[in-house]
T-cell receptor, first 117, second 112 residues
Framework: AQKITQTQPGMFVQEKEAVTLDCTYDTSDQSYGLFWYKQPSSGEMIFLIYQGSYDEQNATEGRYSLNFQKARKSANLVISASQLGDSAMYFCAMRGGIVQGAQKLVFGQGTRLTINP | DADVTQTPRNRITKTGKRIMLECSQTKGHDRMYWYRQDPGLGLRLIYYSFDVKDINKGEISDGYSVSRQAQAKFSLSLESAIPNQTALYFC???????????FGSGTRLTVV
């Protein structure tokens, strides 16, 4: 079974600083995908970044990068130059192996990030 | 229009009532999912379907049922709502490719 662990329930960061949100995962699958989503107070789930298990380079999307350490089974999200609008809940998720053709996302508990001015 | 539309957006219902949450999508995806979000627990899978003829239970299916009326429509029902089913419910779809997941805006359900 797949499992995602986010050990930081809440984080407080000064505006313009970089922030790292931790995510570790557990799976026996060889092929898997890792996702990060942002959930602002309005509630919608916003896709941020994706890393495939066979991708050799760390994924980057603008100010977001994913620090993928496969041997350690970690997939930390790095936000550079944080902005007030980055205040939100952040979820790490994993797509496990294909079961009956469906690819289920398994989510961590989330980290609430607060950016202080 | 949104790719994945959930109705209603908010609902307050009484204990014991039957309620249906609806989801429709224009992505053309075969796979559809219902998730539930509770504070501190992330999103947990209730049911999923990879085509109209296939319905599968997720990790927390007790007290829920679903119907896949068409490729584009996937409804979640609470047969007899109870207060601990108060949560934020998300419908999602996935297709081919690594970016395949699309979430609806969520339905905030309160059972009193």
């Amino acid at each position: 079974a797949q499992k995602i662990t986010q050990t930081q329930p809440g984080m407080f960061v000064q505006e313009k600083e970089a922030v790292t949100l931790d995510c570790t995962y557990d799976t026996s699958d060889q092929s898997y995908g890792l996702f990060w989503y942002k959930q602002p107070s309005s509630g919608e789930m916003i896709f941020l970044i994706y890393q495939g298990s066979y991708d050799e380079q760390n994924a980057t999307e603008g100010r977001y990068s994913l620090n993928f350490q496969k041997a350690r089974k970690s997939a930390n999200l790095v936000i550079s130059a944080s902005q007030l609008g980055d205040s939100a809940m952040y979820f790490c998720a994993m797509r496990g192996g294909i079961v009956q053709g469906a690819q289920k996302l398994v989510f961590g508990q989330g980290t609430r990030l607060t950016i202080n001015p | 229009d949104a790719d994945v539309t959930q109705t209603p957006r908010n609902r307050i219902t009484k204990t014991g009532k039957r309620i249906m949450l609806e989801c429709s999508q224009t992505k053309g995806h075969d796979r559809m999912y219902w998730y539930r979000q509770d504070p501190g627990l992330g999103l947990r899978l209730i049911y999923y379907s990879f085509d109209v003829k296939d319905i599968n239970k997720g990790e927390i299916s007790d007290g829920y049922s679903v119907s896949r009326q068409a490729q584009a429509k996937f409804s979640l029902s609470l047969e007899s709502a109870i207060p601990n089913q108060t949560a934020l419910y998300f419908c999602a779809t996935s297709g081919q490719g690594k970016y395949g997941y699309t979430f609806g805006s969520g339905t905030r359900l309160t059972v009193v």
